[in-house]
């Protein structure tokens, strides 16, 4: 019975390849300029490429086409391996028109790193903080993190 058990959550575990999803609802109605998001998770394996998005949920009264955001990596296992990048999301085309899911909340993913294998194995945390010019930006809900294994280089 065990085996059997066992059988179906890595069969199930190697369908999606998630490793790690989580969401952070912004604390009020708007994401303030000094507020850092975190998302820490585990890898075991290595020799695994992965593919790590950035996810977003705004609403309409978000005013503008695009987010920028700071991304800050770091490992408690590899304390030199810092990494800090800049994104641009683009959210709305050039009219006003929503990307991604959703009709009043509006969700959108982007890649931070696609392909990629972790140095090490053990905890590795990204933290997000907005970097627009607003002190106080309304209409970002939540935001998330996503780490699944790549089926880029698995040939499915």
């Not at 585990?42 to 593919?51: C, G, K, L, S």
């Not at 890649?111 to 903080?129: D, K, L, M």
């Not at 002190?135 to 698995?154: M, N």
Request: hydrophobic share 40%; with cysteine.
């Amino acid at each position: 019975m065990f085996l059997l058990v066992a059988c179906f959550f890595w069969l199930v575990a190697c369908r999606d390849g998630v490793v790690y999803h989580r969401y952070q609802e912004i604390g009020k109605t708007f994401w303030g300029k000094d507020e850092v998001y975190y998302f820490t998770f585990r890898i075991e394996d290595t020799a695994t490429p992965y593919d790590v998005m950035f996810e977003i949920r705004n609403d309409n009264l978000y005013p503008y086409q695009n987010l920028w955001v700071f991304c800050h990596e770091t490992s408690s296992s590899a304390p030199l391996l810092q990494n800090t990048d800049t994104l641009e999301c683009i959210l709305a085309d050039e009219f006003g028109k929503w990307h991604g899911k959703g009709i009043v909340l509006h969700q959108l993913s982007f890649p931070i790193r696609t392909g990629y294998r972790f140095p090490v194995q053990g905890e590795y945390t990204f933290a997000f903080r907005q970097a627009m010019r607003n002190d106080s930006l309304r209409g970002i809900q939540e935001i998330g993190l996503s780490v699944k294994r790549s089926t880029r280089f698995r040939g499915v």
